[in-house]
């Protein structure tokens, strides 16, 4: 699931950003991390609690 979630978020990013180029889009990518960098944060972590075996040594 964590390299599924990269890749996503990966593809995501880029099509903001190929929206944004082409005026599809009037959104500041640089205004909406200054917001919700918290969240970002939260959700990182909860997604390391929740990936079956991480942080567990054999």
Same mark, same amino acid.
């Given at each position: 699931?964590?390299?599924?979630?990269?890749?996503i978020?990966l593809? =995501?990013? #880029?099509?903001?950003?190929?929206?944004?180029? @082409?005026? *599809? /889009?009037? &959104?500041? =990518?640089? #205004?909406?991390?200054?917001?919700?960098?918290? @969240?970002? *944060? /939260?959700v &990182?972590?909860?997604?390391?609690?929740?990936?079956?075996?991480?942080?567990?040594s054999?």
């Open positions: 699931m964590k390299g599924n979630f990269a890749a978020l593809v =995501l990013v #880029g099509a903001f950003m190929l929206l944004s180029n @082409l005026g *599809l /889009i009037n &959104v500041s =990518l640089l #205004g909406l991390l200054k917001v919700w960098w918290p @969240l970002i *944060l /939260i &990182v972590g909860v997604m390391l609690f929740f990936t079956p075996g991480a942080g567990r054999k």
